[in-house]
């Protein structure tokens, strides 16, 4: 059974970092497609990064330059390293994965999701 579990969510002011991980079982994390994905109230659900198999990274515009998924394969765990955090990347944050990177950051090319967990920036 894959299980995908988010952590370490919470409140930060403007300009401050959080990290987020990802604990996964089941699931080869070191020969897979992981992404995060985030959700504001009344907004659609949008990609934010995303790490092939082979390390390869991808960014939504709006984080580059600011947020990284690093990942530990021998743990099972991937991260959201998120720094110079805005009043709008507030939202629930998900773990999200899928045995091969389809293109872009699309929310449907993803199989398995974590609960999510809430990071609320305030001004």
């Known amino acids: 059974q894959v299980r995908l579990v988010e952590s370490g969510g919470g409140s930060v002011q403007a300009g401050g970092s959080l990290t987020l991980s990802c604990a996964v079982s089941?699931?080869?994390?070191?020969?897979?497609?992981m992404g995060w994905f985030r959700q504001a109230p009344g907004k659609e659900r949008e990609g934010v990064a995303r790490?092939?198999?082979?390390?390869?990274?991808t960014y939504a515009d709006s984080v580059k330059g600011r947020f990284t998924i690093p990942k530990d394969n021998a743990k099972s765990n991937v991260y959201l390293q998120m720094n110079s955090l805005k009043p709008e990347d507030t939202a629930m944050y998900y773990c999200?994965?899928?045995?091969?990177?389809?293109?872009?950051?699309?929310?449907?090319?993803?199989?398995?999701w974590g609960q999510g967990i809430q990071v609320t920036v305030s001004s």
């Open positions: 089941g699931f080869p994390v070191g020969r897979s497609c």
């Open positions: 790490i092939t198999s082979w390390d390869s990274t």
């Open positions: 999200a994965a899928v045995n091969r990177c389809t293109a872009g950051l699309r929310a449907e090319g993803f199989d398995y």
